[in-house]
């Protein structure tokens, strides 16, 4: 597609419940990133894929964080047993250069995840 | 510890007026440097960045940047701020040789006075 697409735009879940968050990355593009952006803050790293491999996962906070790319395409991000510290907006970025290289990545809108 | 640093989180400006938004980095070789754009409920959008050569770097709305090595800074500018400037400004770095992740500052809340 034109740009990276993100669903849901906003996501209501009771506290517990498990989400997933899905992200389309532009077509071709090998390195897909997930980012967490709290309310006034900036966007913190959460995980790194270069088509399916995960290569860096150092920013999930915990156990309860899962992203996937089976297919070196379309990412899934989930978050099981959620928590109010949870709520968030959650970015993807794609990129079409690999590591060594870097032409800046084309960000999502994002989806807002609120825990209740 | 390395760092991104943001020292204004808010800034308002008259609109017509010149912009220049602080950015420093504490790392210890010089990374890749950017500045996005982020407008209430959209995704960051790319304005400019700097990997090696002529220090002042052209952005796309009229912004442009200055890498300044010896003071570790990254500074965005605009000559003439229009209300639809309006938007939280990010800088972000690329460590060179340590991966692909973009690290953020915090953010400057850019307001434009009419």
């Known amino acids: 597609g034109a740009g990276v697409s993100q669903s849901p735009r906003y996501k209501v879940a009771k506290r517990g419940q498990d989400v997933a968050l899905r992200c389309d990355p532009i077509s071709g593009h090998v390195s897909l990133f997930w980012y967490q952006q709290a309310l006034g803050q900036g966007p913190e790293f959460l995980t790194y894929?270069?088509?399916?491999?995960?290569?860096?996962k150092s920013g999930l906070p915990s156990d309860r964080f899962f992203a996937e790319r089976p297919e070196g395409s379309v990412s899934t991000l989930k978050i099981q047993r959620t928590q109010q510290e949870d709520s968030a907006v959650y970015l993807c970025?794609?990129?079409?250069?690999?590591?060594?290289?870097?032409?800046?990545?084309?960000f999502g809108s994002g989806t807002r995840l609120t825990v209740v | 510890a390395q760092s991104v640093t943001q020292p204004d989180i808010h800034i308002t400006v008259s609109e017509g007026a010149s912009l220049e938004l602080r950015c420093n980095y504490s790392y210890g070789a010089t990374p890749y440097l950017f500045w996005y754009v982020q407008s209430p409920g959209q995704g960051l959008q790319l304005l400019l960045k700097y990997f090696s050569g002529d220090t002042l770097v052209q952005g796309i709305k009229g912004f442009e940047a200055e890498f300044k090595r010896s003071q570790s800074s990254f500074n965005l500018r605009k000559p003439s701020v229009h209300w639809s400037d309006a938007a939280e400004y990010f800088c972000?770095?690329?460590?060179?040789?340590?991966?692909?992740?973009?690290?953020f500052g915090t953010g400057t809340q850019l307001k434009v006075e009419l």
């Open positions: 972000a770095v690329v460590l060179t040789g340590g991966g692909n992740k973009l690290t």
């Open positions: 970025a794609s990129s079409l250069v690999g590591p060594g290289e870097h032409y800046g990545y084309t």
């Open positions: 894929f270069q088509n399916e491999a995960q290569l860096d």
